[in-house]
């Protein structure tokens, strides 16, 4: 008898074995059986579509380094966000490129700017689909940066606190427009609770933040800088994104201000070259929704390989997310989000 057996039976653990009583493959005989003891599953819902907006009427505007992907008009928007809404995905996520361009990147915060008008074009068209949009400046700032820049210090840098107040009424033209939950990039300290004063005080209490609370320094992002034209004119993102580098410990403590400060939802960008930071903020914080970001960078390269038969788009796509779901993320924002959920009604 062994005296540890009931023990074991109690806390689950598994009475170590070994062959030939225990044979692993017969979990894997049976396609249905495979199935059924599966544990990560990727379902419509938990996807976000990123769509680039920009104005006029007609435009689908392809962008060359994301083959499939386009700058779309508020009418084309529309009609996006409806195929997007029939497949049942979870959101889109707006990206705006405005018409002009400036210092203070004013047309981010313009209720009247290209975000605004995107959403209220495709309102109608969503349904139940959540309609999120990117609270960020580097999409409207002559300069490239994601705030505002003092170049009179001798220094260059992104002036942190005067882009807060700016940052939040961005998020309120948003959040008048319709917006159903905004997303802060910019990572600057203090902006989700300058984002959660600002929506509060214009009476949007309930509207949610997601964060993107643990973004790195990426050269993943370098596609996507071509699709929005925002890329930076001078220096890089490095004095306010993460370095990857640094030690993952610091992912948390972004997360822990994020939350303090009011955030709903937890991001954590890229996705692949940071599975164990998804997979350490999941613990560390559990009960919290975690969301990953599929970057450009991660689509662009498999669009490539593929184009070239060398890999097959469909299989890789769908371990890749699989891989991002089993680190821990619960929501994935993914350039393929159309594609997996046709996907997954054939596999
Ligand atoms: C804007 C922003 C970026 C991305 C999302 N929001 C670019 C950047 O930080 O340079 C990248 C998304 C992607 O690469 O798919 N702040």
Not at 7 to 14: E, Y
Not at 150 to 169: F, I, M, S
Not at 195 to 205: K, W
Not at 330 to 335: H, P, R, V, W
Request: hydrophobic share 40%; charged share 25%.
């Amino acid at each position: 008898m062994d005296p540890y057996a009931a023990d074991r039976m109690v806390t689950g653990q598994a009475t170590a074995q070994s062959f030939p009583t225990t044979r692993l493959r017969r979990l894997r005989q049976h396609p249905t059986l495979r199935e059924m003891v599966r544990d990560v599953r990727l379902s419509p819902r938990q996807l976000i579509l990123p769509l680039f907006v920009r104005p006029g009427t007609r435009v689908r505007q392809p962008i060359a380094s994301m083959p499939s992907q386009a700058q779309l008009s508020p009418d084309e928007l529309a009609v996006e966000v409806r195929e997007a809404a029939r497949l049942g995905l979870g959101g889109v996520i707006l990206f705006g490129i405005p018409e002009h361009k400036d210092s203070q990147g004013s047309d981010a915060y313009d209720d009247d700017g290209i975000v605004p008008r995107a959403i209220r074009a495709a309102k109608s068209a969503a349904g139940d689909l959540l309609i999120i949009t990117d609270v960020c400046f580097c999409e409207y700032t002559d300069h490239g940066h994601c705030g505002i820049v003092n170049r009179d210090t001798g220094r260059p840098d992104v002036d942190n606190d005067a882009t807060l107040e700016l940052l939040a009424r961005q998020a309120v033209s948003h959040a008048r427009a319709g917006a159903d939950m905004v997303a802060p990039s910019g990572m600057m300290d203090g902006m989700v609770a300058a984002i959660r004063r600002g929506l509060d005080s214009e009476g949007f209490s309930h509207l949610p933040i997601m964060s993107y609370a643990a973004k790195y320094a990426s050269a993943f992002y370098a596609p996507f800088r071509e699709a929005a034209e925002s890329a930076p004119q001078f220096g890089d993102r490095r004095s306010y994104q993460m370095d990857p580098a640094a030690d993952a410990e610091q992912a948390v403590r972004e997360v822990e201000l994020d939350l303090a400060e009011g955030a709903d939802i937890i991001m954590v960008k890229p996705a692949l070259a940071y599975l164990d930071i998804i997979r350490r903020v999941r613990d560390r914080f559990p009960g919290v929704p975690l969301a990953a970001y599929n970057v450009s960078g991660e689509f662009s390269m498999v669009k490539a390989a593929a184009e070239r038969g060398w890999i097959d788009e469909r299989a890789i796509v769908l371990e890749s997310l699989t891989s991002i779901a089993r680190a821990g993320a619960s929501i994935i924002l993914t350039y393929w989000a159309k594609d997996v959920t046709r996907w997954l009604r054939t596999t």
